[in-house]
């Protein structure tokens, strides 16, 4: 089949959000398995893509119009583009099925629009090769995510909402500065074409852009002195909502601020904004293991934890090598499946017995066994004991930054863990071994969902091999600016 | 007193920073690397003699699409968010006599103006999205003059999600005539117009999307007003 067909991944959810509004007279269960449906069969073209980016070898180029870059837009779908536009249709396929139970508040046919919006936003993000067309999916994805932190309408998720829509707008301004002044230094917005005139551009003009860019993204991927409005946002988004900020909405915010600065490489100034990016980073996972440390709310605390982590990648992307690159990448699947995996179960917990704070898990192991089980696993995983997932993407990342001489880095890095584990077995403690209580049904779509992200947190943890391979394959494709430019037929303009 | 002149401070560096990134942008020099391209091609290429419209619909259509959906997001956002059971209009005071009479005489003409801003898309300054919020400073107008004014919403919320329905199939009946998402076959295949450019039927697909793209921003835009003005009432 031809390659352009890949473009479906964008236009599947954009018309059926479109249609929502034509079927939401036919009631609350139709809207809902309409948006099952929905995500399935995105599931279905992303695993298509998926097969035929790592049969072949060769990225997908999808070219808007028929334009060929950098005068049209073109989306580039590599081994990255190809693994994560997977990640984000099967995490929203799976929310799809968990909304059915867990969004009860009006008005459905609303959320099933921003929902399919959301990821399509994620989505476009991953795979554009555009700068500006970079920016307006980000917006996509930042608008739906304001609308549905404020979805649940109570005082808490207005205010959460609030935090995020003017940190969100500062940022995305001093993004749009930024393209504004790498434009005006190059005259392309084309990411391939940037990469081949980054050397030339003047070392200031470099520098300010490339800084703004970053800090613009900095606000969606929550690195340290931005993140303020993430840990409201979680607490106070509907539960399946919070899974997909968590499990993708920051990697995409991530893998673009990662993809850039590669693109970057040839400036002058490059090396000094990776500098400021380490230590943003560092601070990320140093702050929010030890915010985590003092909470008793379970969902805000997972919050904090999935900050942390995110700080983790973000410390392997700053590093500037090849094999940071790649443990950044191998921690973001594994941290995509384990906090959809925790998000989930929590979000269970919540909508069964009405509550995320610690009391409500006091006897989860007696009353439900099953969801206490796959909570266990997802923060065993977490805290990144040998045998699960996390364990080699983390040990990876310690191994490349000292590698690349951050040893105060990954000194604070690991001390952090140490916090980690203290607030996860803490949580484990809770479930199993305090409080009494009777079974309580469990839902056996949610349950078949837990088993099987429980599955691939062993799988991987016990034959990382192929998810490795997958993971180097995905990280040379941000690293290697040089084969992404082959890649991408660019016409010579006013060359 | 502190923070003011700390705030202060802090933006003078910021300032200066940017400034001097600024000052290493070369302004008035041939930079011009893609837009040269769109200025030599864009008769020949698109059918279009704007060439603002051109790039925004025809070359960089993609970002386009990705605009309106922004406005669909931001109009699905107020809706849900101020979503109430019942709600009505609570407005106390009926505008003056001549407010009413005024309104009547040119809400006619605004709606015209505004449909006349998006079909000449191609042709003049404007296009989809100022033709579609002049419509809805009409719809605003009607919502200022009359205390009981309602648009009506099953039709619109039914057009919105038919118009930008449309819009991606046009994109997907690209995809299928000339391999390309977004692909403009009217201009690249049929050559309609092509004896005609500069005047009302040519430009490709460009008339079409904008006429889209017109009623989307239009209706929306008035969703948005008529969210915004009603309160909750109790049953």
Do not use: C
């Not at chain 1, 951050?406 to 916090?419: H, K, M, N, Q, R």
């Amino acid at each position: 089949m031809n390659g352009q067909y890949a473009s479906l991944l964008i236009a599947l959810p954009l018309i059926s959000a479109f249609f929502v509004p034509l079927i939401k007279g036919l009631g609350k269960k139709a809207v809902k398995y309409y948006l099952v449906a929905i995500t399935a069969l995105q599931t279905g073209i992303a695993a298509w893509v998926f097969q035929q980016v790592y049969t072949s070898g060769e990225p997908i180029i999808v070219m808007a119009g028929g334009w060929k870059p950098p005068v049209g837009i073109n989306l580039y779908i590599g081994h990255f583009a190809a693994l994560f536009v997977l990640i984000v249709a099967a995490v929203s396929f799976m929310m799809a099925v968990f909304s059915i139970r867990a969004v009860e508040v009006e008005p459905i046919d609303k959320y099933a629009m921003l929902f399919l919006l959301l990821m399509l936003g994620a989505t476009g993000m991953i795979a554009t090769g555009d700068l500006f067309n970079l920016f307006v999916f980000m917006e996509i994805t930042s608008i739906t995510a304001y609308a549905l932190t404020a979805y649940n309408k109570t005082g808490e998720a207005a205010e959460a909402s609030m935090k995020y829509i003017i940190l969100g707008g500062i940022g995305s301004s001093f993004f749009l500065i930024g393209v504004a002044l790498i434009y005006g230094a190059t005259g392309t917005l084309n990411m391939a074409h940037l990469a081949q005139l980054a050397g030339a551009i003047d070392p200031t003009v470099a520098q300010v852009g490339l800084a703004l860019i970053v800090f613009g993204l900095a606000v969606e991927a929550e690195l340290f002195p931005l993140n303020a409005w993430a840990p409201d946002a979680y607490q106070a988004a509907p539960h399946p909502i919070t899974a997909m900020f968590s499990a993708f909405v920051v990697k995409a915010g991530l893998y673009a601020m990662a993809r850039l600065l590669y693109i970057m490489q040839a400036a002058e100034s490059w090396s000094s904004v990776l500098k400021m990016l380490v230590i943003m980073a560092t601070l990320t996972v140093f702050v929010a293991e030890f915010a985590a440390l003092r909470q008793r709310n379970v969902k805000r605390m997972i919050a904090y934890s999935s900050i942390a982590q995110i700080g983790l990648i973000a410390l392997a992307f700053a590093l500037g090598t090849q094999a940071g690159v790649d443990a950044g990448v191998f921690h973001m699947v594994n941290h995509a499946i384990v906090k959809a995996l925790l998000f989930l179960a929590i979000g269970h917990v919540a909508v069964t017995l009405g509550g995320t704070s610690l009391e409500h898990f006091e006897g989860l192991g007696k009353r439900m066994p099953l969801t206490a089980f796959a909570i266990t696993v997802g923060a065993v995983a977490a805290v990144g004991i040998p045998l699960f997932n996390v364990f080699w993407s983390k040990l990876r990342i310690l191994l490349a930054t000292l590698g690349a001489g951050y040893t105060w880095a990954a000194a604070l890095v690991l001390i952090a863990s140490v916090v980690e584990a203290v607030y996860y077995f803490r949580l484990i403690h809770t479930m199993w071994f305090a409080g009494e209580g009777g079974r309580i049904g469990e839902g056996v779509a949610v349950s078949v969902i837990l088993l099987v992200l429980v599955a691939l947190v062993i799988v991987i943890g016990v034959y990382p091999d192929y998810a490795w391979s997958i993971a180097q394959k995905a990280g040379s494709d941000i690293f290697n600016v040089a084969q992404y430019v082959k890649n991408v037929p660019l016409m010579g303009v006013g060359a | 007193m502190l923070k003011r002149a700390l705030a202060i401070i802090s933006l003078l560096i910021i300032g200066y920073w940017l400034a001097q990134g600024l000052a290493g942008v070369p302004f008035g020099e041939d930079k011009m690397l893609v837009g040269q391209y769109y200025l030599d091609h864009v008769k020949e290429q698109t059918g279009a003699v704007n060439a603002v419209t051109a790039i925004v619909v025809n070359y960089r259509g993609f970002d386009t699409l990705g605009e309106v959906t922004v406005l669909f997001i931001a109009s699905t956002g107020v809706g849900a968010l101020l979503w109430r059971k019942k709600r009505e209009r609570t407005a106390k005071t009926e505008g003056s006599i001549v407010l009413t009479t005024g309104t009547r005489l040119l809400v006619p003409f605004v709606m015209l103006f505004g449909v006349y801003i998006f079909i000449h898309g191609h042709l003049t300054p404007g296009g989809g999205f100022p033709g579609g919020a002049t419509i809805a400073t009409a719809f605003l107008l009607l919502y200022m003059a009359f205390i009981t004014y309602e648009i009506p919403h099953k039709a619109f919320e039914k057009t919105e999600g038919i118009v930008g329905m449309a819009y991606v199939l046009v994109g997907l009946i690209g995809l299928a005539i000339g391999g390309y998402f977004l692909y403009d076959w009217i201009w690249q295949d049929w050559k309609f117009g092509a004896d005609n450019i500069g005047r009302l039927f040519s430009g490709g697909f460009i008339p079409i999307i904008y006429t889209i793209i017109g009623l989307k921003v239009g209706t929306e835009l008035s969703g948005i007003i008529d969210n915004m003005l009603k309160e909750e009432v109790s049953e």
